[in-house]
């Protein structure tokens, strides 16, 4: 027996708008340098990135990313100085949630582990 937990930050219906997903696409876009790139290599469509992104904004209130103009080296999209506080600060808590998920479990469920006290 194992414990999983996820992380989600949710807005005030209780609607999921920012988790591992749009976590990893920010990654993604820092380490490609453009949100389409970014949704290719997660296997998702651009106009399915754009709306996560936007939903997350929206919940957020400021921009998680700064196109840069297309030119001689292309356009693209880079993080805001903002988005990348933000998720450092979203891993920071996901990471502690996990941990004290983790601790809890060992507390409370450990005497499970071999079948309990009466051997089944």
């Known amino acids: 027996m194992i414990s999983d937990i996820r992380v989600f930050l949710c807005d005030d219906d209780h609607l999921r708008f920012f988790g591992e997903g749009p976590c990893r696409l ?16 997660m296997g998702m469509a651009y106009t399915k990135a754009l709306a ?3 939903r997350a904004e ?3 209130g400021f921009p998680l990313t700064a196109r840069r103009i297309g030119g001689k080296g ?3 999209s880079v993080l805001t100085p903002k988005a990348k506080e933000f998720l450092h600060d979203y891993e920071t808590y996901r990471d502690a949630c996990i941990q004290s998920s ?3 479990y060992t507390q409370i469920f450990s005497k499970y582990a071999d079948g309990g006290e009466d051997g089944e």
């Open 26 to 41: 920010l990654h993604l876009i820092e380490e490609t340098g453009s949100l389409r790139a970014a949704a290719m290599s």
């Open 52 to 54: 996560i992104m936007r």
């Open 58 to 60: 929206k919940n957020l």
């Open 74 to 76: 292309g356009g693209g």
């Open 102 to 104: 983790r601790e809890l």
